[in-house]
Nanobody
């Protein structure tokens, strides 16, 4: 099994920045692609960003392009999400996900492991 633990969420004013981290433990050798999803109150969980094992393939949702950056440090088994120019509509619980497949996808059902989530709240 793989355990994923997110950190770095919090309350920030509009225009501010946050950096989320996701630490993986357990059978991390089975992890390849990783991603960030988010779920706002009353809405479905949606894809935010994904990255392949080597970091050469990155995908971002249109809503975060130009503001969010996804990266990973495989030596530390850690995934990051740098979020800049945050807006109230970015308010959500952010989830880290890991997949056995090599390429990240925006589809929830392609991910095998999930973290518990970290709350991000952006005030106007």
């Amino acid at each position: 099994q793989v355990q994923l633990v997110e950190s770095g969420g919090g309350l920030v004013q509009a225009g501010g920045s946050l950096r989320l981290s996701c630490a993986a433990s357990g059978r991390t050798f089975s992890i390849n692609a990783m991603g960030w999803f988010r779920q706002a109150p009353g809405k479905e969980r949606e894809f935010a960003a994904g990255i392949s094992w080597g970091g050469t393939s990155i995908s971002l949702a249109d809503s975060v392009k130009g503001r969010f950056t996804i990266s990973r440090d495989n030596a530390k088994n850690t995934l990051y999400l740098q979020m800049n120019s945050l807006q109230p509509e970015d308010t959500a619980v952010y989830y880290c996900a890991a997949a056995k497949r090599y390429q990240a996808t925006p589809h929830i059902d392609t991910y095998d492991y999930w973290g518990q989530g970290t709350q991000v709240t952006v005030s106007s």
